[in-house]
């Protein structure tokens, strides 16, 4: 027998609504994953990917996780884990940093064994590199086998990675999948082989309203899965349909409904009535205790939407657009220097014009456009067992690309 915790899509060091506290919870949440998996003395805590939520993580969410794996390791329990796209870089994965100090176990076309079970792993691969993957993995000798992956597997809401051709094209035959990506917790099965995800740990947006939590999974003859709700932050939701004449003053009656004491407090307007100030909303939620307040106004939404104009979050827009460009290693290092790095709009050029000297330097073949770079650094490229290329349905790169200055500090944080 073989019992496991498969967790995953922790995003740790995400701040959500700029908030530290939100940031906190997420740390929170792993090491309540992690407690439970000791108290329980599971065999070993299988993570699906999107252990961070930052290719980029920061010295605290590092040392928060570290800790966490030290507890497993002095337990004796393995933390076998993939790569998600939030996390994934194009070289020097913190996973490998974890590996490399026995805290960690990186899942890939070879066999991992715990008790009678083999585990796999399968990083998340871009869709346009799907059809050309070769799902091939070395054989076992263990009663069950399992696949770890993440991406958004057919037949659940949102699914594009076709979970039939996995199995089908596979050499090796699977008990179950074991997935993340899609933060809803969720459980089919696919031609005889049980295909679950655990979902996320934290609620990373306003329409995860389940409770979170992760999957305790056991082999034993059968797979047997079985849900474990977590002790997260309160979310209180308020949907407050307003009459022709109501406006804020409704609102706020409705938010002081609630119990909102340390919870984040979401509040959706639909209806008729007179405009509403957010900040008023906002005021009547912190008189409650809420830790802040989130408006969203329907109505707002559905008039820009008359008019043809969309809005979304200004990062994920400008994400999305680079995917689609097939931008070289290069470009899309500058670009993170020009959008997301900590460099002074002052220094902004200065800091351009050294890394492209730098990467001039050391790495040349990083000026080349992102499709043909692929191509050129494996003739098995596609192949899981080489690893799979590595880089969400959130705002990620495509094929993510690390500052190599910052790269070459992950020993730093060991």
Not at 129 to 134: I, V
Not at 384 to 395: H, I, Q, R, V, Y
Request: glycine letters at 8%; one cysteine or more.
């Amino acid at each position: 027998m073989t019992r496991v915790i498969h967790t995953g899509d922790t995003h740790v060091g995400y701040q959500q609504y700029h908030s530290p506290e939100r940031r906190a919870d997420f740390r929170r949440a792993f090491d309540d994953v992690v407690d439970d998996a000791v108290e329980a003395g599971v065999d070993a805590v299988v993570h699906a990917g999107d252990l961070f939520h930052d290719r980029r993580p920061e010295l605290p969410d590092l040392m928060g996780v570290l800790s966490a794996l030290r507890r497993l390791d002095d337990a004796d329990i393995p933390f076998l884990a993939i790569v998600g796209n939030h996390e994934a870089t194009r070289t020097g994965e913190w996973l490998d940093l974890f590996e490399g100090t026995d805290l960690a176990t990186r899942l890939g076309a070879s066999p991992v064994t715990i008790g009678d079970t083999a585990f796999y792993g399968l990083d998340w691969v871009p869709e346009s590199r799907r059809p050309d993957l070769e799902y091939d993995f070395e054989e076992h000798d263990a009663e069950h086998a399992a696949l770890v992956s993440h991406g958004l597997f057919t037949p659940f809401e949102f699914g594009e990675w076709d979970t039939e051709t996995v199995l089908e094209e596979s050499n090796v035959e699977f008990d179950a999948m074991l997935l993340g990506d899609n933060h809803k917790p969720d459980t089919a099965q696919v031609s005889g082989t049980w295909v679950t995800y655990c979902g996320s740990t934290e609620r990373a947006s306003a329409s995860e309203e389940e409770a979170r939590g992760y999957n305790l999974v056991t082999f034993d003859g059968e797979v047997d899965i079985r849900r474990r709700s977590l002790d997260t932050r309160p979310f209180a939701f308020v949907s407050v349909a307003l009459a022709e004449g109501e406006g804020v003053e409704r609102v706020r009656e409705q938010v002081r409904q609630h119990d909102l004491t340390d919870a984040v407090c979401i509040v959706e307007i639909t209806g008729e009535g007179e405009p509403v100030t957010p900040a008023a909303v906002e005021e009547a939620g912190a008189e409650e205790g809420a830790l802040l307040v989130r408006v969203t106004d329907r109505r707002e939404i559905e008039e820009e939407a008359e008019i043809g104009v969309s809005f979304a979050d200004p990062d994920d827009a400008v994400n999305d657009r680079v995917d689609e460009l097939g931008l070289s290693t290069a470009a899309r290092d500058i670009d993170e220097t020009v959008r997301e790095s900590k460099v002074s709009d002052s220094n902004v050029r200065t800091e351009v014009k050294n890394r492209v000297s730098d990467l001039l330097g050391e790495e040349p073949a990083a000026f080349e456009r992102a499709d043909d770079a692929g191509e050129s650094e494996s003739g098995d490229a596609e192949s899981t067992s080489g690893g799979a290329d590595k880089a969400d349905d959130e705002p990620a790169d495509d094929e993510p690309t690390p500052d190599p200055a910052e790269q070459g500090t992950m020993e730093e944080y060991l």
